[in-house]
């Protein structure tokens, strides 16, 4: 269960899972059937192309997203339970969430996206 883990972690990390993905796309979207020189090719300008992808910034993005999901989860848990309880301190968790998303989640997590993904597309539009 542990190698299974680590092994997910790996392939978050790992470039052989993206390039599979994007050619298996590509091959529906287009219906090429590659050669294997193609392909490599194809696999290494994508790795030039995708090199500023560092796993810092895939690992930066995951953690501001479970911070996120945490987040919501507990503020969806005190609406549910607040209501059903009647339990008005428990429906001001939920609030208090809400207003932590408000101030000061939700600006900072769409920096880190937009950064995320916003140096790939500019990276493509130059090439």
Same mark, same amino acid.
């Given at each position: 269960? &542990?190698? %299974? &883990?680590?092994?997910?972690?790996?392939?978050?990390?790992?470039?052989?899972?993206?390039?599979?993905?994007? +050619?298996?796309?590509?091959?529906?979207?287009? %219906? +090429?059937?590659?050669?294997?020189?193609?392909?490599?090719?194809?696999?290494?300008?994508?790795?030039?192309? +995708?090199?500023?992808?560092?796993? @810092?910034?895939?690992?930066?993005?995951? =953690?501001?997203?479970?911070?996120?999901?945490?987040?919501? !989860?507990?503020?969806?848990?005190?609406?549910?339970?607040?209501?059903?309880? %009647?339990?008005?301190?428990?429906?001001?968790?939920?609030?208090?969430?809400?207003?932590? !998303?408000?101030?000061?989640? =939700?600006?900072?997590?769409?920096?880190?996206?937009?950064?995320?993904? @916003?140096? %790939? @597309?500019?990276?493509?539009?130059?090439?």
């Amino acid at each position: 269960e &542990m190698a %299974g &883990m680590i092994a997910f972690i790996k392939s978050l990390f790992g470039m052989d899972a993206v390039v599979n993905t994007a +050619t298996k796309i590509i091959d529906k979207i287009a %219906g +090429t059937d590659w050669t294997a020189k193609e392909k490599a090719d194809w696999i290494l300008k994508y790795q030039e192309a +995708t090199k500023h992808q560092s796993p @810092a910034r895939r690992f930066i993005a995951m =953690l501001v997203t479970f911070i996120w999901s945490i987040i919501v !989860m507990v503020m969806i848990v005190s609406y549910i339970a607040g209501n059903l309880t %009647g339990y008005p301190e428990v429906l001001m968790i939920a609030k208090d969430m809400k207003m932590v !998303m408000k101030h000061l989640i =939700l600006e900072p997590f769409n920096y880190i996206i937009m950064f995320y993904f @916003a140096l %790939g @597309a500019i990276n493509s539009i130059k090439k």
